[in-house]
């Protein structure tokens, strides 16, 4: 049911904690940047009348634990138990934002996903916005460490989002700053997840080359330039990605626009 949390325990002791509702066919939701499970509980509820939801907190966040030293491959591996666990053995993927990407890694890696979704990869593979900063994840994990959690925040929107600094300012006084800053050690994972891909280069598609199941790549045409940019270029990896395009919707795209389809492409021949 819907509001009990449960846990798993990932490959290197860290435990996960999830929530699972509906039944059907496995979908697991992997949110990105600063999101919690709870981010995910719309999209979930409107998924659950055809699948068995799993939302859950990223390792570092929420109520999950997280492990001393981070490398991508342990958040993979925290999808690969979950999937084993409350997944059954197969689980399809719901990526948002860097999550996409991360659910894209690991279904790479050789993760049990039938199906993957992906809704705006925040890939830079252009000139429409500056890439990030070459110490990027460095000074992240530099002002972790000094526990200037509020800075980080305010370092990932201008930098990684493109926020105005004035813009970010009154952001500071908004009661979700000290739920962003909670989640704040975790913005150097997604900077690691990401890697090189927001460079301003052309995306390094034979990194995802061994991915040989039905891939939905969705971009809004209402938001950032690069967002639909680098979705078309994920799209073009092969013929088995499809590219999606939801007309007036920008990143934080409404779950009522997304179940639909999400709905469609899960339930499709290849769902299991």
Not at 3 to 25: C, H, L, N, Y
Not at 134 to 145: C, F, K, N, S
Not at 223 to 229: A, C, F
Not at 232 to 254: K, Q, S, W, Y
């Amino acid at each position: 049911m819907s509001g009990t949390v449960d846990k798993v325990v990932s490959a290197d002791g860290t435990a996960i904690a999830f929530e699972k509702q509906g039944s059907g066919p496995a979908v697991v939701l992997v949110g990105g940047a600063l999101m919690t499970r709870g981010a995910s509980a719309e999209l979930a509820a409107l998924l659950a009348g055809a699948f068995t939801v799993i939302t859950y907190d990223r390792r570092g966040r929420g109520d999950s634990g997280d492990g001393p030293a981070y490398e991508v491959r342990r958040e993979i591996e925290d999808i690969d138990a979950l999937i084993e666990g409350p997944g059954g053995g197969s689980a399809m993927l719901f990526g948002m934002s860097s999550g996409a990407v991360l659910a894209l890694e690991a279904t790479a890696r050789g993760s049990a996903v039938p199906r993957l979704a992906l809704y705006e990869p925040p890939f830079i593979t252009d000139g429409s916005r500056p890439p990030l900063p070459a110490d990027y994840v460095a000074h992240l994990t530099e002002l972790i460490g000094r526990e200037e959690h509020g800075e980080a925040v305010a370092y990932f929107m201008e930098a990684a989002v493109g926020v105005p600094g004035e813009m970010i300012e009154g952001m500071r006084q908004a009661p979700f700053w000290a739920d962003m800053a909670a989640v704040a050690p975790t913005l150097p994972y997604d900077g690691r997840v990401m890697g090189d891909t927001m460079s301003g280069r052309p995306l390094p598609v034979e990194r995802w080359a061994s991915v040989t199941v039905p891939v939905l790549v969705g971009s809004g045409d209402a938001g950032d330039p690069h967002m639909l940019t680098g979705a078309r270029e994920l799209a073009a990896t092969g013929d088995n990605f499809t590219l999606r395009v939801f007309p007036g919707e920008e990143h934080n795209i409404p779950a009522q626009a997304l179940a639909p389809v999400l709905t469609a492409f899960f339930g499709g021949d290849h769902a299991k």
